[in-house]
């Protein structure tokens, strides 16, 4: 672990300790609109569920073209929902940003400030991804060109197990690059507009995996009830499922059965977006507290 972070997850949980009915405050618009959007998402989702129990009734027959109508209708309402789920969780970031650091609490949050900041910080998280993703397959790429070009002399089994390692070895390298990126998003919250290269990418510099191994290991931590009172909340529809997934039962999910699934689902959704705040909470103060410790760092 770093020593430049040394402490910053407590710091993190001490401010959530002090100041959750703030956060609470700030968090409570995006989070109920998250939710809403959640619902939506879920309540569209009949069509897909016929359809997979209609795969595991049937393995390797035709799909249900009706359904998969629906399915195909459905889904361009689908991403643009993913969207607005993004849109909203960036939206939460920065007030749970500025309200740290600048004490802003607005139960709204609508005001110019704050939604200019959200865009900017959108647009820089975006294409963050983006040039995390082009370097990683770029990777990727040029690692499978080598390993195709050597089969012949390694071996099919020994091609494949070094893809996977490639691949497997790329998804580590991207997060390690992402996050030398995302830890400048604190100060696009708070108005600023770092260049990507000169102003974000050294800030981190030596130090890439001090701020996302604590983020994993608090979203481990965080993950654990949710995942329990899940798996409480879907244990009775998922006994009424069986027969179907097992082929005793060949007829299509009735649609009560179908409707408790769904209600199961949304349920949970609500549950977990509420469970996730404090994870948010923690997450997005460290990276805040990072951000700072590794400017001070970089001006002394």
């Known amino acids: 672990m770093s020593g430049v972070l040394k402490g910053s997850s407590h710091e993190s949980l001490a401010f959530v300790r002090a100041h959750w009915m703030g956060l609470l405050k700030v968090s409570a618009v995006p989070t109920l609109l998250i939710a809403l959007v959640t619902w939506m998402q879920i309540s569209g989702l009949g069509p897909v569920f016929q359809s997979y129990i209609l795969q595991f009734q049937k393995p390797g027959s035709p799909p249900d073209p009706a359904l998969m109508a629906e399915i195909a209708k459905s889904r361009w309402l689908d991403y643009s929902l993913e969207i607005a789920t993004m849109i909203l969780f960036m939206w939460k970031?920065?007030?749970?940003?500025?309200?740290?650091?600048?004490?802003?609490?607005?139960?709204?949050?609508?005001?110019?400030?704050?939604?200019?900041?959200?865009?900017?910080?959108?647009?820089?998280?975006?294409?963050?991804?983006?040039?995390?993703?082009?370097?990683?397959?770029?990777?990727?790429?040029?690692?499978?060109?080598?390993?195709?070009?050597?089969?012949?002399?390694?071996?099919?089994?020994?091609?494949?197990?070094?893809?996977?390692?490639?691949?497997?070895?790329?998804?580590?390298?991207?997060?390690?690059?992402?996050?030398?990126?995302?830890?400048?998003?604190?100060?696009?919250?708070?108005?600023?507009?770092?260049?990507?290269?000169?102003?974000?990418w050294p800030l981190a510099g030596g130090e890439n995996w001090a701020?996302?191994?604590?983020?994993?290991?608090?979203?481990?931590?965080?993950?654990?009830?949710?995942?329990?009172?899940?798996?409480?909340?879907?244990?009775?529809?998922?006994?009424?499922?069986?027969?179907?997934?097992?082929?005793?039962?060949?007829?299509?999910?009735?649609?009560?059965?179908?409707?408790?699934?769904?209600?199961?689902?949304?349920?949970?959704?609500?549950?977990?977006?509420?469970?996730?705040l404090p994870i948010m909470w923690f997450g997005t103060i460290l990276t805040g507290i990072a951000h700072f410790r590794f400017r001070k760092k970089l001006s002394s």
């Open 211 to 276: 701020l996302p191994l604590r983020q994993i290991m608090g979203i481990v931590v965080g993950m654990v009830p949710i995942i329990i009172i899940s798996l409480i909340f879907f244990a009775p529809v998922a006994e009424e499922l069986r027969p179907f997934l097992e082929g005793q039962q060949k007829a299509p999910l009735p649609e009560a059965l179908l409707q408790r699934l769904l209600t199961s689902f949304n349920t949970m959704q609500v549950v977990a977006t509420l469970l996730q």
């Open 93 to 200: 970031f920065v007030r749970i940003i500025r309200y740290w650091k600048k004490g802003e609490e607005d139960f709204f949050g609508i005001d110019r400030t704050v939604l200019q900041s959200t865009a900017k910080t959108i647009a820089y998280a975006v294409g963050m991804i983006a040039l995390a993703l082009t370097v990683s397959f770029a990777l990727v790429f040029a690692g499978g060109l080598v390993i195709g070009v050597a089969q012949p002399v390694l071996g099919p089994n020994l091609s494949i197990a070094l893809m996977e390692t490639l691949a497997v070895a790329a998804g580590i390298f991207f997060i390690g690059f992402l996050y030398r990126f995302l830890v400048g998003l604190p100060g696009i919250a708070l108005g600023e507009k770092p260049h990507f290269i000169s102003d974000i």
